[in-house]
């Protein structure tokens, strides 16, 4: 299969806004794929390249280092998808004294052979710009699509595998039975489940009937994998961290139990047991973590106990077999509250300066990787994830600094974020410094005013509430925001998406009118830096 047909389709899923157009487009050239000489092997690369994550991962290599290699592109197309990738596998492998020289000849040549199309999709590819969040949903439509196989068959296989290209494979060579081989498999991350918020905890109360309530921490989420005396720890991203807290291995190898896979929270605590700032917990996961600092776990789902797999077992289910294995290090709660049970354990996570409350259908499977009902967050505030776009110069004292944000919300349908506002609130002196020293190591271009980055870095952003606005793209703009922190333990495709967004416009009364723009534009340059030609909004 020529590497062009990748190209052409990667073209054509950027030029619609239509997800079924991307579907039927995805679907297509993976069933090329699947019937080439090349296959299987071939579907698991041209998934992976289309998903914009090549099979050897990311390569950390910077566009300004791709373009100054003298590579004149090729006339024709000749190159194929297996050439591609094996070129990919060997500067992966490249390694040592005197690599850095190699991997540029190995670029060169691999440049040399790629048509001008060829060579702009591959260093995209190259420098991570092809990756969009929520292309990884599409890509998944039309794995079933192409396999003619049920969507749902697809997604949960994908949650259990963890690997889209080895998903795709499977149903397009082996279908269903392929896809149903797929377990959960100890030591092998699964993708978390994930929580919708709620309009309010007595909304949340009635829409989900029995329930638990839980603290929500301001902590990060762990997965916890034992076999034996082999313990794994894992991130919600699914990133290894198992070497930077051995504090937590050590804790879960004392569990009374063989094998284990446990989902939860760890944060690091003051002296007095409240929640330190979110940074401090993650500078832990770092090569050079801060081993003074010791994390508390805090385990709210077990989903794997002793050769019995739980994932499709109701909630009450889990939790028992949490208790038996984990009782001290359950996160607080209460199973099956009244209202005003709920709303004391709501009142006490707050005072202990924990963000709220997560309200969880008992009767509920653990849906891997999915946002659904059945788990809902209960936030005396509203937050969103974004996505940094861009960041303008700062005047007055912020000068040098790059300060006021763009933020975008992810697109479901697999486009690029959309922008829904700015804003500078909420950035210490420190963050502005972060920023500035950061935010030119994925900078895509910039103007005098603004420096433009690859849509990668999640904030989360406090707000008062969205409003319509023309401004924006998407219809709606942030209404007061301000930034919270930002959140490297969540990558673009965990954004928010623009439906999240939407959804927290206030309802309108029949008869009423949208505001004006005037007002729209006003409230929201609230948010401006600065009173250059970017700074509104």
């Known amino acids: 299969m020529l590497f062009a047909e990748v190209v052409q389709v990667s073209a054509t899923v950027a030029a619609t806004r239509s997800r079924l157009a991307k579907v039927d487009a995805l679907a297509g050239i993976l069933r090329a794929a699947a019937s080439s000489t090349q296959a299987p092997a071939a579907v698991r690369v041209v ?24 590579a004149a592109p090729a006339a024709e197309p000749t190159l194929t998808v297996g050439e591609v990738d094996t070129a990919l596998e060997s500067l992966a492998g490249t390694s040592g004294t005197g690599s850095r020289g190699r991997r540029g000849e ?19 590819l190259l ?22 196989v049920p969507g749902e068959h697809v997604r ?30 100890i030591g092998r991350p699964i993708r978390p489940m994930l929580a919708s918020p709620a309009e309010s905890l007595p909304d949340a109360l009635t829409e989900l009937g029995e329930v638990s309530v839980e603290y929500k921490l301001d902590g990060a989420r762990i997965q916890v994998h034992r076999r034996g005396q082999q313990v794994n720890i894992f991130t919600r991203t699914l990133r290894e961290i198992t070497t930077s807290v051995p504090e937590l291995v050590e804790l879960v190898r004392a569990l009374p139990c063989e094998t284990l896979v446990l989902d939860g929270e760890t944060l690091a605590l003051t002296d007095e047991g409240r929640p330190r700032p979110f940074q401090e ?49 359950i996160i607080p709660g209460v199973y099956r509250p009244s209202p005003d049970e709920a709303q004391d354990l709501l009142a006490a996570a707050l005072a202990a300066g924990h963000e709220g409350v997560m309200v969880k259908a008992l009767d ?41 944000l763009h933020l975008g919300a992810r697109d479901p349908d697999g486009g690029p974020p959309i922008m829904v506002g700015k804003t500078f609130k909420g950035l210490t ?8 020293e950061q935010f030119p190591k994925i900078e895509q271009r910039r103007t005098d005013w603004t420096v433009y980055l690859r849509p990668e870095l999640v904030v989360e952003i406090e707000l008062d509430g969205v409003q319509v ?69």
Not at 106 to 122: C, I, P, S, V, Y
Not at 300 to 322: K, N, S, W
Not at 429 to 436: C, K, R, S, Y
């Open 47 to 70: 998934a992976a390249f289309l998903v914009g994550v090549p099979l050897q991962g990311r390569f950390g290599t910077g566009w300004r280092t791709l373009a100054q290699l003298d």
């Open 469 to 537: 606005s023309p401004r924006y793209p998407g219809g709606v703009a942030l209404r007061f925001a301000r930034v919270l922190r930002y959140r490297p333990d969540k990558e673009a495709a965990d954004a928010d998406t623009i439906t999240s967004v939407r959804a927290l416009l206030p309802a309108r009364e029949p008869g009423d009118s949208a505001p004006d723009s005037g007002a729209a534009a006003g409230e929201a340059a609230d948010a401006g830096d600065a009173p250059g030609p970017d700074s509104a909004g």
């Open 364 to 404: 509920a499977p653990y849906a891997a990787g999915r946002r659904g009902r059945s788990w809902q967050k209960v936030k005396p505030v509203h937050t969103l994830d974004l996505v940094v776009l861009a960041a303008e110069w700062g005047h007055g004292r912020r000068t040098g600094y790059l300060s006021n």
């Open 106 to 124: 190995l670029l060169g040549a691999l440049l040399r052979a790629a048509t001008a199309d060829e060579q702009n999709f591959l260093l995209r």
């Open 281 to 329: 917990t993650m500078s832990r996961f770092g090569a050079t973590s801060e081993r003074d600092l010791l994390l508390h776990p805090y385990f709210f789902d077990c989903l794997h106990l002793d050769g019995v797999d739980l994932l499709d077992a109701p909630l009450t289910e889990r939790q028992a077999a949490l208790q038996r294995v984990a009782g001290p290090y």
């Open 127 to 148: 420098t991570g710009e092809l990756r969009q969040g929520a292309l990884e949903g599409v890509m998944l439509d039309a794995v079933a699509k192409a396999a003619d």
């Open 429 to 436: 002196d420190e963050l502005l410094a972060w920023q500035t």
């Open 156 to 185: 949960r296989a994908f949650m259990l595998s963890g690997s889209l290209s080895d998903t795709a494979a499977a149903a397009l060579h082996g279908g269903p039975d392929a896809l149903a081989a797929f377990a959960l498999q």
